[in-house]
Protein backbone atom coordinates (compact mmCIF):
# COMPACT_ATOMS: atom_id res chain seq x y z
CA UNK A 1 0.00 0.00 0.00
CA UNK A 2 1.01 3.91 -0.20
CA UNK A 3 -0.03 6.62 1.10
CA UNK A 4 -0.49 9.49 -1.50
CA UNK A 5 -1.24 12.79 0.63
CA UNK A 6 -2.38 15.94 -1.49
CA UNK A 7 -4.01 19.51 -1.25
CA UNK A 8 -0.96 21.21 0.95
CA UNK A 9 0.30 24.41 -0.25
CA UNK A 10 0.50 28.24 1.07
CA UNK A 11 -2.55 30.08 2.74
CA UNK A 12 -3.06 32.57 4.35
CA UNK A 13 -4.39 32.95 8.20
CA UNK A 14 -7.88 32.47 7.84
CA UNK A 15 -7.75 30.80 4.88
CA UNK A 16 -8.79 26.51 4.25
CA UNK A 17 -7.48 23.95 2.19
CA UNK A 18 -8.86 20.36 1.40
CA UNK A 19 -6.26 17.15 1.67
CA UNK A 20 -6.70 14.65 0.58
CA UNK A 21 -5.19 10.98 1.04
CA UNK A 22 -5.59 7.90 -1.07
CA UNK A 23 -4.48 4.42 -0.35
CA UNK A 24 -3.17 3.29 -3.52
CA UNK A 25 -2.94 -0.60 -4.58
CA UNK A 26 -5.09 -0.88 -1.21
CA UNK A 27 -7.22 -3.82 -1.23
CA UNK A 28 -11.16 -3.25 0.45
CA UNK A 29 -10.78 -5.49 3.15
CA UNK A 30 -7.34 -3.46 4.46
CA UNK A 31 -8.83 -0.21 4.07
CA UNK A 32 -12.78 -0.41 4.86
CA UNK A 33 -12.91 -1.81 8.22
CA UNK A 34 -9.88 0.63 9.81
CA UNK A 35 -9.93 3.45 11.75
CA UNK A 36 -8.45 6.05 9.68
CA UNK A 37 -6.43 9.22 11.31
CA UNK A 38 -4.74 12.41 9.91
CA UNK A 39 -1.63 13.44 11.62
CA UNK A 40 0.25 16.32 11.33
CA UNK A 41 4.37 16.72 12.59
CA UNK A 42 5.50 20.54 12.63
CA UNK A 43 9.39 21.66 12.53
CA UNK A 44 11.22 20.11 15.96
CA UNK A 45 7.82 18.50 17.10
CA UNK A 46 6.32 15.28 17.22
CA UNK A 47 3.77 13.69 14.80
CA UNK A 48 0.47 13.97 16.21
CA UNK A 49 -2.93 12.38 15.16
CA UNK A 50 -5.47 15.46 14.62
CA UNK A 51 -8.60 14.02 13.51
CA UNK A 52 -9.50 10.35 13.61
CA UNK A 53 -12.64 8.78 11.61
CA UNK A 54 -13.98 4.94 12.20
CA UNK A 55 -15.23 2.69 9.45
CA UNK A 56 -18.62 3.89 10.67
CA UNK A 57 -17.76 7.39 9.85
CA UNK A 58 -17.41 8.28 13.85
CA UNK A 59 -14.95 11.23 14.24
CA UNK A 60 -12.77 12.17 16.52
CA UNK A 61 -10.26 15.64 16.88
CA UNK A 62 -7.33 16.91 19.22
CA UNK A 63 -8.63 19.85 20.92
CA UNK A 64 -6.76 22.50 19.24
CA UNK A 65 -8.31 21.89 15.42
CA UNK A 66 -12.10 20.93 17.10
CA UNK A 67 -14.55 23.36 14.88
CA UNK A 68 -11.94 24.03 12.25
CA UNK A 69 -10.77 20.68 10.65
CA UNK A 70 -13.33 17.93 9.27
CA UNK A 71 -12.86 14.83 8.85
CA UNK A 72 -14.19 12.17 6.08
CA UNK A 73 -13.91 9.14 3.87
CA UNK A 74 -14.72 7.53 0.82
CA UNK A 75 -14.29 3.83 1.13
CA UNK A 76 -15.42 3.09 -2.47
CA UNK A 77 -12.11 5.48 -3.66
CA UNK A 78 -10.32 4.25 -0.84
CA UNK A 79 -9.14 7.84 0.58
CA UNK A 80 -9.45 10.20 3.57
CA UNK A 81 -9.96 13.67 3.30
CA UNK A 82 -9.34 16.79 5.95
CA UNK A 83 -11.09 20.06 5.21
CA UNK A 84 -9.36 22.55 7.25
CA UNK A 85 -10.93 25.57 7.39
CA UNK A 86 -9.96 29.08 9.81
CA UNK A 87 -6.46 28.09 9.27
CA UNK A 88 -3.89 29.15 11.57
CA UNK A 89 0.30 29.40 11.78
CA UNK A 90 0.55 26.77 14.34
CA UNK A 91 -1.54 25.07 11.68
CA UNK A 92 1.93 25.13 9.69
CA UNK A 93 2.94 21.20 9.18
CA UNK A 94 3.63 18.22 7.09
CA UNK A 95 -0.13 16.64 7.13
CA UNK A 96 -0.08 12.73 6.55
CA UNK A 97 -2.82 9.91 7.05
CA UNK A 98 -2.61 6.38 8.30
CA UNK A 99 -4.83 3.99 9.36
CA UNK A 100 -4.74 4.10 13.56
CA UNK A 101 -3.86 0.39 14.20
CA UNK A 102 -1.43 -1.61 11.87
CA UNK A 103 0.29 1.22 10.45
CA UNK A 104 1.17 1.09 6.78
CA UNK A 105 4.26 2.37 5.59
CA UNK A 106 4.35 6.93 5.82
CA UNK A 107 3.34 8.83 2.51
CA UNK A 108 5.54 11.44 1.94
CA UNK A 109 2.71 13.80 3.10
CA UNK A 110 1.64 17.60 2.34
CA UNK A 111 3.25 20.79 3.44
CA UNK A 112 1.13 22.96 4.86
CA UNK A 113 1.91 26.30 5.49
CA UNK A 114 0.27 29.56 6.56
CA UNK A 115 1.53 33.06 6.73
CA UNK A 116 0.38 36.46 5.70
Known amino acids: VQLVERGGGLVQPGGSLRLSCLAS???????????MAWYRQAPGKQRESVAT???????DYVESVKGRFIISRDNTKKTVYLQINSLKPEDTAVYYC????????WGQGTQVTVSS
Open 53 to 59: ITSRGIT
Open 25 to 35: RSITSSFNPYT
Open 98 to 105: NRVEDSWP
